[in-house]
C-alpha cells in the first residue's frame, strides 16, 4: 500500500522559510515524478513545483520561481520543498503527489498517489 505523509508545515511570518517533506513507503519512486500542489482555501488546488527522477529536471509555477526549491533523496524515498521568502499568498495546505513515469505532470489528474496535506500558514 502505497503512502505519501507530508509534514514540515507551520506558521510563519511573512519573508520566513520552511522546509516540508514528504516521506514515501510502499513503492519506490526514483523513477518517477515527485510534486508539490497548494490548495487555499476556496480555492483549487494548484500546481507549485516537480522533479523528475534524481538530480534534475525540476519544474516550478511561476509565482514561487527564485523562492521554492524541489528536491528529493532517493534512498530516503522522500521529496522536499524548501520555501524561502515567504508570502501571505503561500498560506495553503501543501500536498505531495506521486506520478508513475518521467512526465511533466502540472495537473492534479496526471498524478496516482496523494499525501494528506500540511498547512502551511504565513502571516503579515
Known amino acids: 500500500q502505497v503512502q505519501l505523509v507530508e509534514s514540515g508545515g507551520g506558521l510563519v511570518q511573512a519573508g520566513g522559510s520552511l522546509r516540508l517533506s514528504c516521506a514515501a513507503s510502499?513503492?519506490?519512486?526514483?523513477?518517477?515524478?515527485m510534486g508539490w500542489f497548494r490548495q487555499a482555501p476556496g480555492k483549487e488546488r494548484e500546481f507549485v513545483a516537480n522533479i523528475r527522477r534524481s538530480g534534475g529536471y525540476t519544474y516550478y509555477t511561476d509565482s514561487v520561481k527564485g523562492r521554492f526549491t524541489i528536491s528529493r533523496d532517493d534512498a530516503k524515498n522522500t521529496v522536499y520543498l524548501q520555501m524561502n521568502s515567504l508570502k501571505p499568498e503561500d498560506t495553503a495546505v501543501y500536498y505531495c503527489?506521486?506520478?508513475?513515469?518521467?512526465?511533466?505532470?502540472?495537473?492534479?489528474?496526471?498524478?496516482?498517489?496523494w499525501g494528506q496535506g500540511t498547512q502551511v500558514t504565513v502571516s503579515s
Open positions: 503527489a506521486a506520478r508513475l513515469g518521467v512526465v511533466l505532470a502540472t495537473e492534479t489528474s496526471d498524478y496516482n498517489y
Open positions: 510502499g513503492r519506490t519512486f526514483s523513477r518517477d515524478t
